[in-house]
């Protein structure tokens, strides 16, 4: 895959356009998670741009809600990102506020994942290590079966990547949990720097 953006170019853009902590911390966890679904997939060469995907997923929401998803093609033309990075970063909101279907592989892990690293991030702030590097599925499990608990994390967008995945509910939860252990040290590190 022909990646034209950099790195360093894609945070410059998510953080002219973000400036909440929460947020940042989002861009990167789901920046990290698509890095590590990228290697275990089998799709190791194709791991920058999954990650970039990540980072710049929401790259609209804070400054244009409303606009999720439709205002991103225009932001990220600033960066000249191309078509293929356009398509999957806004696939990510299909049938909650575009119309763009998640088609490849990359595109329905980011869809399935988006809203799960929330579930699981706040499923880790409730637990004594704050942390994913002890959390087990059951836990995970009874908060996701809990719908009061982190409840603007849609169950059914999850669900439904998970079949969109041909995997069990079980398969996805258990592996980003395992992404997000990959990341999480980094992702704390750098969103200190970043916003601290």
Known sequence: ????????????????????????LHA???????????????????ADFW?????LH????????EQHCKKAPELLAEINAGDEMIHAICSHGFGLCCDVEPVHQMEKVMFAVDELTGLIGAAARMRPSKSVM???LSSLKKKFKDK?????????????GAARLGWSLDEVLEKTILAMRSCEASVAQE???LCG
């Open 1 to 24: 895959m022909n990646l034209t953006v950099t790195r360093q170019q894609a945070l410059e853009l998510l953080r002219k356009y973000n400036k909440e902590p929460f947020h940042i």
């Open 28 to 46: 990167l966890t789901v920046e990290g998670v698509m890095r590590w679904y990228a290697n275990e997939l089998g799709f190791s060469q194709d």
């Open 51 to 55: 990650a970039l995907c990540g980072l």
């Open 58 to 65: 929401d790259v609209d929401f804070e400054n244009y809600p």
């Open 134 to 136: 002890d959390m087990e």
């Open 148 to 160: 009061k608990f982190a409840a603007g994390c849609s169950r059914e967008v999850i669900q439904d």
């Open 191 to 193: 969103c200190a720097a």
